[in-house]
C-alpha cells in the first residue's frame, strides 16, 4: 500500500499570502495525484487532477506540480473562501493524504 | 448537470450492516467508475472501494476485506455499498464519487452511525 504523507498538517496564513502544501508519496506515483478541497461540512472538491491540470471552474490561483513522489499545492494569493482542508490522493491504490488545514492567522 | 444523490442517514448497531445507494444522473452511469470513500468524525478521507458499473467488478480498500460489498442496477442508475459486521469504528460519513478517474462528482454524504 503506498502512503501519502502530506506537510505542514496545519497552514496558519492571512488572505494574500501564498500557500504551498505538500505531499509525499511512499513510493513512485508517476503523475497520478489529485488535490481536493473540502470545507466543514461539504464534500470535497476536486482542485487539480494527474499533478498539474487544473478541474472545471477552478481558479488560476490554484496550481499544482511534481512528479513520482513529492507534490505541491501552490495557492498563489489566498482568497478568504480557500481557508479549508487540503487532501491529496493517489490514483495507485487509492490512497489519501492525512490533510493540511489551511487557517486564518 | 451531473449530480450523484445518496440515501438517508442510518443508525445501526453493533453487529449489523448497512446498505448505502447512490443514484447517479446527467451522464451514463456505465462509462466512468464509481468509489466510495469515508470520514469519520473530525477525521480525513479514507478511500473503501471502487466498482465498475459496467461489469460489476469492484476492488477495495484491504482493511475492508469480506465485509464490504459494492453492486450497481445499471436500469436505475444506482450503486451501491453494502457494509456488514458494524461497529463503532465504521461511524462515519460515506460518500460515493465519479472517477474520470480523478474523483470529479461527489454525492452528498450518508451519515452512517454504529451505536448500542
Known amino acids: 500500500e503506498i502512503g501519502l504523507t502530506q506537510s505542514p498538517a496545519t497552514l496558519s496564513l492571512s488572505p494574500g499570502e501564498r500557500a504551498t502544501l505538500s505531499c509525499r508519496a511512499s513510493?513512485?506515483?508517476?503523475?497520478?495525484l489529485d488535490w481536493y478541497q473540502q470545507k466543514p461540512g461539504q464534500a470535497p472538491r476536486l482542485l487539480i487532477y494527474d499533478a498539474s491540470n487544473r478541474a472545471t471552474g477552478i481558479p488560476a490561483r490554484f496550481s499544482g506540480s511534481g512528479s513520482g513522489t513529492d507534490f505541491t499545492l501552490t495557492i498563489s494569493s489566498l482568497e478568504p473562501e480557500d481557508f479549508a482542508v487540503y487532501y491529496c490522493q493517489q490514483r495507485t491504490d487509492w490512497s489519501f493524504g492525512p490533510g493540511t488545514k489551511v487557517d486564518i492567522k | 448537470q451531473v449530480q450523484l444523490v445518496q440515501s438517508g442517514a442510518e443508525v445501526k448497531k453493533p453487529g449489523a450492516s448497512v446498505k448505502v445507494s447512490c443514484e447517479a444522473s446527467?451522464?451514463?452511469?456505465?462509462?466512468?467508475?464509481i468509489h466510495w470513500v469515508r470520514q469519520a468524525p473530525g477525521q480525513g478521507l479514507e478511500w473503501v472501494g471502487i466498482?465498475?458499473?459496467?461489469?460489476?467488478?469492484?476492488s477495495h480498500a484491504q482493511k475492508f476485506q469480506g465485509r464490504v460489498t459494492m453492486t450497481r442496477d445499471t436500469s436505475t442508475s444506482t450503486v451501491y455499498m453494502d457494509l456488514s459486521s458494524l461497529t463503532s469504528e465504521d461511524t462515519a460519513v460515506y460518500y460515493c464519487a465519479r472517477g474520470t478517474p480523478a474523483l470529479d462528482y461527489w454525492g452528498q454524504g450518508t451519515l452512517v452511525t454504529v451505536s448500542s
Open positions: 513510493q513512485s506515483v508517476s503523475i497520478y
Open positions: 446527467g451522464y451514463t452511469i456505465t462509462s466512468f467508475f
Open positions: 466498482l465498475n458499473p459496467k461489469s460489476g467488478v469492484t
